[in-house]
């Protein structure tokens, strides 16, 4: 079975998952996820990603999104993930403060030692299966499983207060991120 992004609609909107190597716990140090959020916000920016909805939890990461006018959604999750993965490894052997970065690192370097694909570290897992959202139901569907990710584990009581997810922009609350709210 290929583990290669299949976007096979250009202009569709899609439900998109992905997980660290391992479901390694990496983004639990704020320094993390702040590179993963601005590096969602350069895709939005300046690669033609348009987002509706997002949720970055400690190992792994949903969206909705889809590509907005030439722009290929498989090329800005492959460069959003190449980007991503060399800055937050990088910030991982530079930071001071870093309790498990001799175990971090070793979790990434034998994965990435397995994998032709890399030549030092593997952070993200290759496999992604894209969902595209054909109806207004599915992708209500989709939106609300993202957005109760962290009230599943725990972290917060109610969706809106999880900082790095779309679910405060859903509650009219300001988000770390701009969003194109769904009408159902």
Known sequence: MSTRYKFDNPTGVYFISFAT????????????????????RHCQQHKGL??????????????VAKANGTARMSDILRDLKKFTSKQIIKAIEENPHESRREWLLT??????????NNTDYQFWRQDNHPTELYTPH???QKIDY?????????????????????A??????PGLLEVTVAEF
């Open 50 to 63: 348009e987002l509706y909805a997002w949720c970055l939890m400690t190992n792994h990461v949903h969206l």
């Open 138 to 140: 599915v992708m209500e």
């Open 168 to 173: 405060r922009n859903y509650a009219e609350i």
């Open 107 to 116: 979790m990434f370097s034998n994965a990435g030692r397995f994998n032709s």
């Open 21 to 40: 190597v391992g479901w390694t716990d990496v983004f639990t140090r704020m320094a993390y996820k702040d590179i993963f959020v601005e590096s969602l």
């Open 146 to 166: 993202i957005h109760e990710n962290p009230v599943i584990e725990g972290f917060v009581e109610h969706a809106h207060e999880y900082l790095y997810s779309s």
